[in-house]
């Protein structure tokens, strides 16, 4: 299973419903206020995008591929940091 990390402008007027339609993923955690860390099986950067772009034409957003990549962080609760540790 792939894990990207998505990161979109703060000042989006519709974050509300990103953020919802983020956490339909299986597996998901909001590390900051605009950027989720996200695992789907048979997912690409590519099919990640395009749902995210369906959603809304206009969102300005990334997605990265850190699938077992090295990572630091660095004061997030120890939630969402077990929750790292575990999955990516």
Not at 10 to 34: C, D, G, H, K, M
Not at 41 to 46: A, D, L, Y
């Amino acid at each position: 299973m792939k894990t990207f990390l998505v990161v979109f402008a703060p000042n989006y007027p519709r974050i509300a419903f990103v953020q919802r339609s983020l956490e339909r993923f299986p597996t998901w955690v909001r590390i900051l206020e605009n950027a989720y860390i996200i695992k789907g099986e048979g997912h690409t950067v590519v099919t990640v995008r395009d749902f995210l772009r369906s959603l809304d034409q206009n969102i300005l957003f990334s997605v990265f591929d850190i699938t077992r990549q090295g990572w630091a962080s660095s004061n997030f609760r120890a939630d969402i940091a077990d929750w790292m540790v575990s999955n990516i």
